[in-house]
Structures are given as structure tokens and as C-alpha cells.
């Protein structure tokens, strides 16, 4: 281990080192145990019929040449399964916006499952869905997101009426009061493509119904919040029937592992048939079908600033294209509320947010849960000020920072930021570019002939999970904890074990918690022994999304560990005849601070604890187990009327400089320099936190240059395939340098904030800083993601054509 640099970590032993995660063993060793790797004696598996169509009526259905196949057991249909089960939630105050995992009647989007097919190997599920024969008749359909909201367009679900699901304008602060009295205004469109995580583990689900027990099993490679609940409540039956068994390895989610729909349908098919069955989605399944696609946001903003760089205020109206169903897709415009100015001074802000359905695939929530694309709005903007009003982006930024002495500073929205240094990682992160170094690099690259440019984003990445959006979102909806939770327990030869209620997708929380817990206790982490319970022995868990693993069930685990700690003190406090306030705890040994002689060992305290209860306090109760479950911290309350609330309790902030180059003569984007500097307080895992920042930069610059779920007019997914939806490689990620800052949260056990989002939330916008400040050159700019090749070759063509046409 390595010390840690800044005096934050000075107060603890095992927090802030390198340490090897826990997890790495099996996973590097080919031990990991995955949805997949379940193998049930029995097992049947699932093949589905989907929808070619993005809008039609189901005439008919014919499956009985499927059902006479040798292998099948069942061909289902929508038709008998929605009579059994309960629809899924649709997330906002929408009843009539109805969703099941098989379509009943009509299809809503292309790729949309009709008909699902359970036969003894996934081969002979696919050969009897092709013999599913469906009669359908097509009608009207809509795929533009702006032209969904006209009042005469094809209705998606009739039912509800108009296609927008939710809208709401809230105005926090005297926005028309600072337009009016700031000397200039822009005003511009941003456009967020959709895109995803696109794992590499598609969804799986495989459920197995016990009649003699009345208990349903589920291994699914899950991320999501309530889903033991969600799933008992669909398929009508009580919570305490679901065993949901969270040890199994997740092969990456970043948000979209929701799998209801899969799950919904698999255990329906398992207690029917009294076999265990599985769904393991193909790709194209998985793309088209899998609801696993992210936001499709449009962004119209103005900003009102001075002669001086303030900017004042700001109005913006972002509409969503969630696709055909709604879930939790509508409130990932709510996560912005929670930093809608960024890490700015802007005073007062008009959001005007709307949710829209169209025919195509629905949204789910993907890393950032909708932050990633305003902060790209917002960054886009503070560029254009820079440029409109020929001052350095750089400038303009350190003007409108919130200062390091300001916090906790309180948004117009109603979110107070816990805390920050801003301007210190900015500078931090141009020197460690070194940003002098890189100027002269652009220079050179352009002597050359290339366009090339510097990109800077400053980003806020909100963490800690609350449920504040949800009643913001939703009247009827008064949820307002998000808890987590985590149990401690020392066996009677010492060895601690904690267990926690949630499973994993790449977050390495048996190695935060071991840390977390290890340091409580001050035994070395890598004695701790870290479980995942199932749902039935689970303690409350909302899972590991909103970057909010390390604030809560860090936390947690630390509540248990400390409970823990304090009865081993009460234990010798009575044992040597002191008062606490006399004993230090050194190592999980107990002595008199001013008698080091007069001690007690930690297996001799774990010893009276379990086995000698004539040498335990009066009252206390044998044996050393305890949980603890933490409340979000700032949480706990509804929303205002007019819609302010702390959305969040921690802010962390991340820098992102970017140097890159355009081939003019093919529009080929190559990054030269990346550098993040990166503050989410008291990092628990370095190594951990900066293998979620290069992934997240990796991931962000998917979302920047290449990756788009593109529909054609017809409803029809273009981009199915990794032949079309293009992933970064090797080649196109850069050498990335993570500068890292502590400012610690006063608001977390031990000032840590989240970090699971870094990377992703800030640089799509830096690259694309980067990109527009090439495009500069040459008069032109792309305010649309992702900045393919060809999206920039047509806007390179079209500046060539006007300069000819000017000369």
C-alpha cells in the first residue's frame, strides 16, 4: 500500500490505499459466476416471436404447428399471459399507458415481443418461433420526437390520449426579471442522440417455481431498484414468494440491467410448466427488443449573460423520446433538477421538461440517468458565450464557478451542493495537461493541415441515490427514502463477515465494504468476508444506482461496524472496571488509555461476547451481529409546490481537456491528450474509482463520436448489429491521466461521494468542445451527438462549398 497524498486520508489506515479489489480473483481466474453459468436440471429456454412492425393490429395468431414440434412445451401468447398478470408501473401518473412483456392486440415499436416460445434447447425455441404465424395489419405510426407532439399524430396508446406523458415547466428564481436586465442573450439547440451501455453480457433471467414451497428462484444479471417487489407484484403473488438470489455476477450494466419484462415472462413460463426456464438474449433481441436504450433528447436553451461573462440566468426545454412504454425512462429528466447549473453561478433557471412517446423502442435508464446529456446542453452554452463574446472559455469558466468558500451553496432548484473546490481541479487539471504544451500541439496539428482544437467540460456528476424525483415526477408517489442497508457479524473465532442485500455489476462493493469495515473495526480488509444475501434473507437495499454505493451502503456498512465496535468497548469497559471514555481501541484490541497493561485482546472480547455471559454487561445481548440501515442523507422530503428539493445529497466534480484533430478529407476524429481531473471526496478505492473513470471516458466518447440507435422512417431499427451501432476499441480510446482532488463531504461517514458516473457525465461534452473548437477554424460548428465521421465530412463539405461560392 501506498500513503495517500492529501491530508483527508490522514485519519485513516485502510481508506485511500491500493489494494487489489476482492473481486478481481474469479473474474482474472474464470471463476465468476454469471446468470448464464446456472445450469438447472431441466432447464427449458425461451425464444421470442417479435414485432417486424412499428405500429400494427394483431389480426391473428396460429401456433399450433409450433406447439406440435418436437422439444416445445408452450407457445404463449400476450393474450393469456396479460389475463394473469399485473401490468409494469409506468413510472409517472399514466394508468392508461398499460405495458407487459407480451404484446396483447396491438405493437407499439418494431422488435416488440408477441409471442414467446419454451422448448428443451434455445435452437429448437428458435425453430418453432418461426413457425408462429401472425396476421398483422399495419397502422399509422410516428418516429419523430418534435413531430409526436402535434396534435394530430398517430396516438401510441390512444387510451391516454396525446403522446406526451408527462410535461412540466418549472421557473425557480426572476428568470424573466434577469433576461430583461442582462445586456445580451443566445439562444441555441443541442441534440442528444440515443444510445447505451450495450454490455457485454446481454439480459438473462432463469426462474425456477417450487410447488412444494411456494417460493419462485431467480438468477438474473439484475441492476435494478425493487425488483424482488416489482416482480412479485406483477405476477401476483406475495413478496415473501420471490427469492431473488443476488450472488450472481452482472457482466456489466451501467444502468440498463432492468429485465423486468424478461423476468416477468420467464417465471410466469417456470411456475406454469413446473421446469426451471431460462432467457438469454441474443443481440439483436437485446438492441431491438430488450428496452435497454437511452435518452433521445432535444435541448433549446437561452442564456442571459453580461458584457462581463456572468451569466445570469438561463431557460431550457428538453424533450425526451422514452419510445413506446414508459418505466423509469420519464424521470431521467428529473435528475437533472438536482444540478441544472452545473457548477455555476446562474441565478435562476426555467425548465420546461417534456416526455414523449414515439413507436420505437423504449428508453431505460443508461449511467447518469439523463444528467450526462444536460450537462452536454450546458456546456455546449457556456462555449458559445466564450465564442459570442470572444472571451476564453477557460476565463469565462473561473468567472462563473462556484467558489470553494461558498458551499454549501444552494441552487435556484432547491439542491444545495455539500461541497467543492472547482477551480483548484481546473488548474489541477490544465497543468497537468500541461495546457501550454497542448496549445503548441493543436498548432502543429494544424500547420499540418488537420483541424484541431482543445476541448474543456467542468461537470458536476450528483450522487447518492434519493427518490426525490420520483414524487417531483409523480404526485401520488410519496417515496421519500431510499435507504441501504448492511449486517456485521464477528464469529465466535474472530472472523468478521458482513452481508449485504443487492448484487453487482462491476462496482467492486465486496471490496468497499470489506474496506469500509475493516477500517471501522481496524482489521485488515482482506479478513473481511463479504456475502450477498437473496431477497428473502436480504436486509433493504435500493441497489447500486444514482452513484450511490459508496455514500450508502458504505455508509451502512459502516453504521453495522461501528455498533459493533461500540459494544466490544462497552464489553471491556465492564470487564476492566472503566469508564469508555478511558479505553482506546487500537487493532480490535481494547486498553486503559493511561494503563496499556490493563488490556483486553480482541479474540478474548469476542470470546466474552459469545461464550461468557457472566462477564457480559447486564442487559446486553450475547453474540456480535448487528445491522444498520442508513437514510439518504438530505432525504426524506417532498418536493415544494413549485418544485424544489434536494435531489441529491453529494456533488462530485469532475474536469475534462481534451486535444483533438479532424482529418479534413475524411472527417476522422483522433484524441491526443485526454486529461479528467476528478473530486468525489474521500475516494475508499482509488484503483477502483479510477477504473470507473477510464471506463466512463471510454464510454463517454461512444456517445460523442459514434454510438446512435437510428430508426428509419418506417419505425425499423437501423443500427441492430455492432456492424452499425459502432463501440469504441482500443483504437479510439486515448492514454487518459486522472488527477484527482478530495474535497470531503460533510454530509458521508467519511466524506466520500459517488464516483460510479465519472467520467461518462463529462466527456461527451469536452469532445465535443474539442470538435467545435476545430470546426472553428473554418466557421462551422455541430451541436448534434455523436459527431460521427460522416456527420462531420457533410459539415466540412458544405463549408467548402460556401467559401467557394463566397470567393
Known amino acids: 500500500m501506498t500513503d495517500p497524498k492529501h491530508p483527508a486520508y490522514n485519519a485513516f489506515k485502510y481508506i485511500g490505499r491500493h489494494r487489489r479489489a476482492v473481486e478481481h480473483r474469479r473474474f482474472v481466474t474464470g471463476q465468476g459466476h454469471y446468470a448464464a453459468d446456472v445450469a438447472l436440471p431441466g432447464l427449458l429456454h425461451v425464444a421470442i416471436v417479435a414485432s417486424p412492425y412499428a405500429s400494427a393490429r394483431i389480426v391473428s395468431i396460429d401456433t399450433s404447428t409450433a406447439l406440435s414440434m418436437p422439444g416445445v412445451h408452450d407457445v404463449l401468447t400476450g393474450e393469456e399471459l396479460t389475463a394473469q398478470i399485473e401490468p409494469m408501473l409506468p413510472g409517472v401518473d399514466a394508468a392508461k399507458v398499460a405495458r407487459y412483456p407480451l404484446a396483447k392486440g396491438v405493437v407499439r415499436y418494431a422488435g416488440e415481443w408477441v409471442v414467446a416460445v419454451a422448448a428443451e434447447t434455445r435452437a429448437l425455441a428458435e425453430d418453432a418461433a418461426e413457425m408462429v404465424m401472425i396476421e398483422y395489419e399495419q397502422t399509422p405510426h410516428v418516429i419523430d420526437t418534435e413531430g409526436a407532439m402535434a396534435e394530430d399524430a398517430p396516438r401510441v396508446h390512444p387510451d391516454h390520449g396525446p403522446n406526451v406523458i408527462w410535461q412540466r415547466k418549472f421557473t425557480w428564481g426572476p428568470v424573466d426579471e434577469h433576461f430583461a436586465g442582462a445586456k445580451h442573450q443566445i439562444n441555441y439547440r443541442a441534440r442528444w442522440a440515443r444510445s447505451s451501455t450495450v454490455p457485454i453480457e446481454t439480459f438473462v433471467a432463469t426462474c425456477l417455481w417450487s410447488d412444494a414451497t411456494q417460493i419462485l428462484d431467480v438468477w438474473a444479471s439484475i441492476q435494478m431498484p425493487k425488483y424482488p417487489d416489482l416482480l412479485a407484484k406483477c405476477l401476483r403473488i406475495p413478496g415473501n414468494s420471490v427469492r431473488v438470489h443476488f450472488d450472481v455476477d452482472v457482466g456489466g450494466s451501467y ?54 461573462g456572468t451569466i445570469r440566468s438561463m431557460r431550457m426545454r428538453a424533450v425526451d423520446d422514452i419510445g413506446a412504454y414508459s418505466g423509469r425512462s420519464p424521470l431521467q429528466l428529473g435528475k437533472p433538477v438536482g444540478a441544472i447549473v452545473g457548477p455555476y453561478r446562474i441565478a435562476s433557471v426555467e425548465y420546461d421538461a417534456y416526455s414523449v412517446m414515439t413507436n420505437k423502442t423504449p428508453q431505460e435508464a443508461v ?27 477557460i476565463a469565462l469558466r473561473r ?24 477551480e483548484t481541479v481546473l488548474d489541477k487539471s490544465l497543468s497537468a495537461a500541461p495546457f501550454n504544451a497542448i496549445e503548441q500541439q493543436r498548432d502543429a496539428l494544424r500547420a499540418q493541415g488537420m483541424l484541431a482544437g482543445i476541448g474543456i467540460s467542468t461537470c458536476l456528476e450528483p450522487s447518492g441515490g434519493n427518490s426525490a424525483f420520483e414524487p417531483l415526477f409523480n404526485a401520488k408517489n410519496e417515496t421519500t427514502t431510499w435507504m441501504d442497508s448492511c449486517l456485521v457479524r464477528i464469529d465466535l473465532n474472530g472472523a468478521v463477515t458482513a452481508l449485504m442485500g443487492t448484487s453487482t455489476s462491476g462496482q467492486a462493493h465486496e471490496t468497499l465494504v470489506s474496506t469500509v469495515v475493516g477500517e471501522i473495526l481496524q482489521k485488515d480488509p482482506d479478513t473481511v468476508r463479504v456475502l450477498h444475501a437473496d431477497s428473502l434473507n436480504a436486509l433493504p437495499s435500493n441497489s447500486p444506482v444514482g452513484s450511490r454505493m459508496a455514500i450508502m451502503l458504505g455508509g451502512a456498512a459502516a453504521g453495522a461496524a461501528k455498533i459493533l465496535k461500540s459494544k466490544l468497548l462497552t464489553i471491556a469497559a465492564h470487564n476492566l472496571g472503566v469508564n469508555e471514555d478511558a479505553l482506546t481501541y487500537e487493532d480490535g484490541n481494547v486498553f486503559i488509555q493511561d494503563e496499556p497493561a490493563r488490556r483486553l485482546e480482541w479474540d478474548a472480547l469476542v470470546e466474552i461476547a459469545h461464550r461468557k455471559y457472566h462477564r457480559m454487561p447486564t442487559g446486553m445481548e450475547p453474540g456480535l451481529q448487528e445491522k444498520f440501515c442508513w437514510e439518504v442523507p438530505t432525504g426524506g422530503q417532498l418536493p415544494t409546490e413549485d418544485g424544489r428539493v434536494q435531489m441529491y445529497p453529494c456533488h462530485s466534480f469532475e474536469c475534462h481537456v481534451v486535444l483533438a484533430s479532424i482529418d479534413p478529407d475524411t472527417g476522422k476524429t483522433t484524441l491526443h491528450r485526454y486529461v479528467v481531473g476528478h473530486d468525489c471526496g ?33 419505425g425499423q431499427l437501423l443500427s441492430g448489429t455492432f456492424m452499425d451501432y459502432l463501440l469504441p476499441s482500443s483504437a479510439e480510446v486515448p492514454s487518459i491521466t486522472i488527477v484527482d482532488h478530495c474535497t470531503p463531504s460533510p454530509l458521508t461517514v467519511f466524506g466520500q461521494k459517488g464516483s460510479g458516473e465519472a467520467g461518462y457525465l463529462g466527456s461527451p461534452a469536452a469532445i465535443a468542445s474539442a470538435l467545435n473548437d476545430a470546426l472553428s477554424t473554418i466557421d462551422t460548428s455541430i451541436d448534434e451527438l455523436p459527431m460521427t465521421p460522416q456527420a462531420i465530412w457533410r459539415v466540412l463539405r458544405k463549408a467548402s462549398f460556401s467559401t467557394k461560392e463566397t470567393t
Open 255 to 308: 444502468g440498463v440491467k432492468r429485465g423486468l419484462k424478461h423476468s416477468i415472462l420467464v417465471a410466469y413460463l417456470a411456475k406454469k410448466l413446473g421446469r426451471p426456464v431460462r432467457f438469454l438474449e441474443d443481440r439483436l433481441e437485446n438492441m431491438r427488443g430488450g428496452d435497454m436504450q437511452g435518452p433521445d433528447r432535444i435541448f433549446d436553451v437561452s442564456l442571459a449573460f453580461d458584457g462581463d
Open 367 to 393: 449511467r447518469g440517468f439523463g444528467q450526462a446529456p444536460t450537462n452536454y446542453a450546458i456546456e455546449t452554452g457556456i462555449d458559445k458565450v466564450a465564442r459570442f463574446l470572444g472571451m476564453d472559455r
Open 399 to 422: 468567472k462563473n464557478l462556484i467558489g470553494k468558500d461558498e458551499f454549501p451553496y444552494l441552487i435556484p432548484s432547491g439542491t444545495r451542493y455539500d461541497s467543492g473546490d472547482y
Open 682 to 714: 474521500v475516494m475508499i478505492s482509488p484503483d477502483v474509482v479510477h477504473g470507473m473513470t477510464y471506463g466512463g471516458v471510454a464510454h463517454g466518447l461512444g456517445a460523442a463520436l459514434l454510438e446512435k440507435f437510428a430508426y428509419s422512417d418506417e
